[in-house]
């Protein structure tokens, strides 16, 4: 991922899934790698997981902001919402949520 090779991060977070299914943080890696990979149906589907098995704290904050940032970019705003307000319990006031949700409700 941080060499921007997202496609053979995909494979390698894929990879790491299948050893370590109940980790929620593999899951969150994918999906992130997915979403950067402009991928939001699989980035979505893997983060829904990470949240369901759970993540590091760190992870669980970006893992709400990447959700709410992919549910606004696909219209689907009311979701979009509840996850950056789920970060934003999280971490408290972030201007970039805020922002975020300014668009949103404009």
Do not use: H, W
Request: proline letters at 1%; glycine letters at 8%; one cysteine or more.
């Amino acid at each position: 991922m941080s060499l921007g090779q997202y496609e053979k991060a995909v494979e390698s977070y894929k990879k790491a899934v299948k050893l370590d299914q109940n980790n929620g943080n593999r899951y969150f890696n994918l999906g992130y790698a997915l979403a950067t990979s402009e991928k939001a149906a699989d980035a979505i589907k893997n983060l829904a997981k990470a949240d369901e098995l759970g993540c590091s704290p760190e992870n669980t904050v970006q893992l709400y902001n990447l959700l709410g940032i992919i549910c606004f970019d696909i219209g689907r705003y009311k979701d979009a919402l509840v996850n950056l307000e789920k970060a934003e319990q999280i971490i408290g006031v972030d201007m970039d949520i805020m922002k975020r949700k300014v668009i949103i409700y404009g």
